[in-house]
């Protein structure tokens, strides 16, 4: 199994582009299953979740085609089947996107129900009532879930708590559905924006997406658009935290600084000096150690879970103690154990840690959980004194694109070996 090896202490500097958004791209490829004609999607970044995604939708039949610039294009007109098969879903939970459109295009689809995952237990009720409101029938049958409906009905959906991908399907869903839809507790992640975005150049009729209502007015077809996906927020917020933790300097490029003001704003309380256009930022942290700050994470525009882990490695070297609460997820602290094996002080307490700063954290074999924490290791190894090995890294081969690469090109000591 692959680690990646790393030698801490040294600042980064330099400049870097961000990639396509992964949290954008998977309902996007999702929503490819909903055009009658061929669709372009541009700015795909190189993950392992797209590659499971392209798997998904090969398996039932759908044409792709993708070029050496990751440009992908999809054709359903040869689908054959509409089944998500137990095999992809457990290694990529997103693979529940397909659903709604599989449902709402061509009235049925099968989808093996996720299972529980290393942050949660993570349930998909809110996709299927929303779904049953809009007249299909389900069943839940030996792990899989039956959906069935001759033609999805315009319905009126309140959402008992923020979902993103409930939200991405149930809007996917109500774009062919007869009559208006309204979709109230939206999830307002930038990402759902996106896919709305992309929905809307494919000709559906969709208002207020980015607020907590949207309305989706049912369109007979959708056809094929070029589409550029957006960039990837989470991204640009680890390369941040990377600058702040190792006391560097960088420029990232292609991103956008109104995708993670909360995240910009927690870094500079933390004493960061950054400066942004629209199209890129810079975090200058040069000499400086971080300041401990209380951080809270919700959805979105509050401060999101997926920067939860590595603010928390920021956290272990920050002067100070603070607070970090965890309000999305149950489970999403497992990094913290493989943080105090490298010399971190934190107390875990329910769904809040309390860290307290350390002068420096020592290099350990460490592993990874989940994505966010393998990035979150990787954040302390660079800051650690001696040589960390990161364990179980195909984790963060699932949502960052070329990590070790991005990083050595900032001057980090980082390669990867396979065994
Ligand atoms: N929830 C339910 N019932 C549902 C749906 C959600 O109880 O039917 C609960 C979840 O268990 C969780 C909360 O609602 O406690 C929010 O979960 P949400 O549905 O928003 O999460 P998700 O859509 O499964 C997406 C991202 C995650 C990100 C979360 C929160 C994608 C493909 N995944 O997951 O990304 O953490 O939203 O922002 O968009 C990651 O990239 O590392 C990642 C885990």
Known sequence: MEKLLIEGGKPLQGDVRISGAKNAVLPILAS????????QIANVPHLQDVTTTMELLGRMGVSLTIDEYMNIETD????QEFFAHYDVVKTMRASILVLGPLLARFGHAEVSLPGGCAIGSRPVNMHLRGLESMGANIEVKAGYIHASAK??????LVMDMVTVTGTENLMMAATLADGTSIIENAAREPEVTDLADCLIAMGANIEGAGTDTITIHGVKELKGCNYSVLADRIETGTFLVAAAITGGHIKLKDTQPKLLESVLQKLDKAGATISSGDNWIEIDMTGRRPKSINLRTAPYPAFPTDMQAQFTALNCIAEGSCAITESVFENRFMHVQEMQRMGANIKVEGNTAIVTGVDHLTAAPVMATDLRASASLILAGLVAEGQTVVDRIYHI?????CIEEKLAQLGAKIRRVPH
Not at 397 to 401: C, V
Request: proline share 4%; aromatic share 4%; glycine share 14%.
């Open 76 to 79: 359903t007109s040869t689908i």
């Open 397 to 401: 081969d699932r949502g960052y694109e």
């Open 32 to 39: 490819t299953l909903l055009a009658e004609g061929p669709m």
């Open 151 to 156: 033609r999805l009905k315009g319905a009126h």
